[in-house]
């Protein structure tokens, strides 16, 4: 059972530089989200996908644009890399939420380890 | 979103039951409590999730008091293997398609188990 499966899991990229982080989940969930995770800040909400085709804001969006490709896939986007971004990044997927639905449970992926210098 | 307070570390022996408070005063009433569990370079792991009273699964139990203000996870006779961060996150997830609540985890509370 692969879940929510990220690649690269890690990646140096020099500032200015641009870089797609991918992220797949193979159970058949509605709702995806990009994480990033710092020393002493907990994880923080990026971007999320509700349902196919759509994307929104969450706490830190700036610096990163989203792609939710199909039901399946979800990448996120650094168009310019800054050492600001240097980070942990998760992506998460749970069942949707929409209808009425409760969805509690977020599924993780392992994280991709991303350092800009 | 309702603000979550939780104790930042706490140590343990193998063995013995380990309670785990946050604190959430704003909670709303369509709020939902869940816990995860995150182990170094992995991510988050659900553990639990309630609204009132209590939960009870293989892993864990969930006490909620009346006033729902604040939640605490009960771990029962941990081992070594218990030893990560666990997060408290309160939200709706069922407003998320709106744009509504968007879940977001604090800084969790580092759990060292030793024997």
Same mark, same amino acid.
């Given at each position: 059972n692969a879940g929510v499966t990220q690649t690269p899991k890690f990646q140096v990229l020099k500032t200015g530089q641009s870089m797609t982080l991918q992220c797949a989940q193979d159970?058949?969930?509605n709702s995806m989200y990009w994480y990033r995770q710092d020393p002493g800040m907990g994880l923080r909400l990026i971007y999320y996908s509700a349902s196919e085709g759509t994307t929104d804001k969450g706490e830190v969006p700036n610096g990163y644009n989203v792609s939710r490709l199909n039901k399946r896939e979800f990448s996120l986007r650094l168009e310019s890399a800054a050492p600001s971004q240097t980070s942990v990044y998760f992506c998460a997927s749970s069942v949707s939420s929409d209808r009425g639905m409760f969805g509690g449970e977020l599924f993780f992926g392992e994280g991709s380890r991303l350092t800009v210098l | 979103l309702a603000k979550t307070t939780q104790p930042i570390s706490m140590d343990s022996y193998e063995g013995q039951e380990v309670n785990i408070t946050c604190s959430h *005063? *704003?909670?709303?009433?369509n709020d939902y409590i869940t816990w995860y569990q995150q182990f170094p370079s992995q991510g988050p792991r659900f553990i639990i999730q309630g609204y009132k009273t209590k939960v009870t699964n293989e892993v864990a139990s969930l006490f909620i008091p009346a006033d729902r203000k604040s939640s605490t996870l009960s771990l029962p006779?941990? =081992?070594? =293997?218990?030893t990560a961060v666990y997060y408290c996150l309160v939200g709706d997830m069922r407003r998320l398609t709106g744009g509504g609540n968007k879940l977001t985890f604090g800084t969790g509370t580092q759990l060292k188990v030793e024997l």
């Open positions: 159970m058949n969930h | *005063n *704003n909670i709303a009433t006779r941990v =081992s070594l =293997s218990d």
